[in-house]
C-alpha cells in the first residue's frame, strides 16, 4: 500500500461512502488528467466516464478554461458579493439570463446543487408571503426525487436509502409520483396551501436515470400556472448540454420561475451554483429596510470570481466549439452501443437522454452490489464509473469522442456479460 492510501484510510472520510468496504475497493488516488483521461499515482489512464460526478463538460485541462483561471488569478481570486459586486459575476449573471429560457433575468449565486435548491426553496417560500398569500407555504415534489444533501434540500428529497434517516429533521413536502392525474388532484385539493412544485425535469438522475414521459412537463407548467404554484426546475445534472439541449426544460419549451444550476455550470472546474428566478418574484422582495422583505440568506464564497471567469469561459466554449452540435455524431455512437447491452438476459432497461444513461440489471440483490461490481471490472479495462445501487451510470463528458463512446459501451457490455 502506497503512504498516500495510507493517509488516505487514516484521516479522509470519503462521501457515500462506507468506509468499512472502502479499504478493499482497490481505492484509485487521481493525480492528474488529459481531456477525458483522469490518470492515477500509478500513471494509470482511466476514462472519465461519469464526468467525475456528472460536472466535466468539455474534458479535464481545457485550455480555454485554465487561461480564464489564470488571467483572473492575476486579477483577484476572491472577494465578496454581500454588499460589493466583481466584474465576472457580473458578465457571468448577463451571460445566463442570456442562454436561460426567457424571463429568468435573475441570478443568484451559491455553491452547490444543494444550495441552489435550498435558495430556490426559500426564495418561493417568502416570495409567497410577500405577495400577500400567506398560506401557500407547502411544498411539492416527486417519489425518488433527488435535490442534494442539506436539509432543505433533502426535505424536498423523496429517496428513502439517503433521506429516511432524517426524517425527523426535516419539513414536510407534498409527494406525487410522475403522474399527470396525481399532479392535478393534489392542486385541485391542496393550491391554497402550495408555495412551489420542485421538479427534475425530463430526468430524475440520482433515482436511477428515470425518464419522464414527453409531453409531462409542460402539462405541469401549465397546472403550476392555473394554480398560482411556483414552479422549481432543478438542472443542476440536466443542465449544460447533458440531456442534448442547453438546458431540458427547452425541449418541452417549459419556463419555470425558478431555475437551479450547479454541476456543469464551470465546466467541472470549480465549486459553483446559481439559482435564476423571474423579475415578478425578484420585485416582491423590494422595499424599504424597515419592511424586512430582504432575502437574508447568503454564502461567504457567493460569486466567487475565479469561479464565475471560468463558467463564463464555460459558455462562451459552447458558442465557440459548437459543443452541442458536435457531441451529436457520439452520442448517435452511444446510442448504437447500448443496443446490444439492451438485449442482455441480466439488463432489465436501459434508458437514455442525451449523454445521461442509467443501465439498470436485473435478477440481484443490492448486497452484492452488482451495479459496483461492474464499475470495478471497468477499471481494468481502463474505464471509470459510479453506478447507482443495480443502475450502471453512463455519463460522459461532452467532449467523448466516436471512439471513445465505443470503448465506453464495449467495455461495459463485456463487463455486465462477464457477471
Ligand atoms: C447533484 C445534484 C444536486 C446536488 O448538487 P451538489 O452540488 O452535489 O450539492 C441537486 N440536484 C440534482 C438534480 C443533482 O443531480
Redesign the pocket.
Known sequence: MTELLQQDLKHVWHPFTQHQLWPGDEPIIIERAEGNWLVDTEGRRYLDGVSS???NVHGHRKRELDEALEEQLGRVAHSTMLGLSNVPAIELAAKLAAIAPEGLTKVFYS???????EVALKMAYQYQQLAGRPKKRRLAALVDA?????LG?VSVGGMSLFHARFRDLVFPVERVPVSLAAVERLFTDRATELAAFVV?PLV???AGMLLQPPGWLKAVEQLCRKHDVLLVC?????GFGRTGTMFAVEQEEVRPDFL?L??GLTGGYL?L?ATLTTQRVFEAFLGSAAEQKTFFHGHTYTGNPLACAVALANLELFEKEHTLERMQPAMKALAEGLEPIAALPNVAEVRRCGFMVGIELEGYVAAERTGFEVCRAARKHGVLLRPLGDVVVLMPPLSLTVDEAKLLTRTVCACIQAL
Not at 455553491?111 to 435548491?117: E, I, K, L, P, Y
Not at 433527488?146 to 442539506?150: K, L, P, Q
Open positions: 460526478l456528472w460536472c455553491d452547490s446543487g444543494s444550495t441552489a435548491v433527488y435535490h442534494g444533501d442539506t434540500s427534475e430524475q438522475g440520482a432543478d438542472e443542476v445534472a440536466t437551479c450547479a454541476k465549486p451554483a
